[in-house]
C-alpha cells in the first residue's frame, strides 16, 4: 500500500513530465516498463532484507528467545519458527502480485492520458 500510494502520489507530481515525454514519441509501454522495474526492484530488496534478517535472528537463537518471553508457557529451548516454507512462499507472491496489480493499474490510468491532458492538467 505504502509503494503505491508513493507511486501515485509521484506521478502525480510529475505529469507534466510525462505529458512532455509522450509529445516527444516515448510510448506508453516504455514508461509503464520503467516504473514497473522501480517497484520490482524495491519490493524485492525488501523482500531479501527481512529473510536475510529473520535467517540471523532465527540462526543466533534470539528471535526463539524473543518468541519464548512474549508467549508465557512456551520453553526456552523450543524452536518454533520455520521462515522458509511453502506458505510463506505463496503469501510474498500474494502479495507482490496484488502490489504489481494495483501498480499497473495507477500507472496505465495516469498513462492513458493525452500529452495535452497531462501538460495543462486537464
Same mark, same amino acid.
Given at each position: 500500500?505504502?509503494l503505491v ?10 505529469k +507534466?513530465?510525462?505529458? +512532455?515525454? /509522450?509529445?516527444f514519441g516515448?510510448? !506508453? $509501454?516504455? #514508461?509503464?516498463?520503467?516504473?514497473? /522495474? %522501480? %517497484? #520490482? ?8 532484507v ?5 535467517? =540471523?535472528?532465527?540462526? +543466533?537463537? =534470539? ?13 526456552? +529451548? ?9 506458505? !510463506? ?7 507482490? $502480485? %496484488?502490489t504489481?496489480? @494495483?501498480a499497473?493499474s495507477? @500507472? ?7 500529452? $495535452?491532458?497531462?501538460?495543462? $492538467?486537464?
Amino acid at each position: 500500500i505504502y509503494l503505491v500510494n508513493l507511486l501515485k502520489t509521484h506521478l502525480n507530481s510529475i505529469k +507534466t513530465n510525462l505529458g +512532455t515525454y /509522450k509529445a516527444f514519441g516515448l510510448n !506508453n $509501454g516504455t #514508461l509503464q516498463n520503467i516504473y514497473i /522495474k %522501480i %517497484i #520490482l526492484s524495491i519490493l524485492a530488496i525488501g523482500v531479501i532484507v527481512a529473510f536475510t534478517l529473520l535467517f =540471523v535472528l532465527n540462526l +543466533t537463537g =534470539v528471535l526463539d528467545i524473543m518468541l519464548a518471553s512474549m508467549i508465557p508457557g512456551l520453553d526456552k +529451548t523450543f524452536k518454533c519458527l520455520n521462515i522458509f516454507n511453502i506458505w !510463506n512462499l505463496f503469501a510474498i507472491l500474494i502479495v507482490i $502480485g %496484488i502490489t504489481m496489480f @494495483i501498480a499497473y493499474s495507477s @500507472i496505465n490510468n495516469i498513462l492513458s492520458k493525452t500529452p $495535452g491532458d497531462l501538460i495543462y $492538467g486537464r
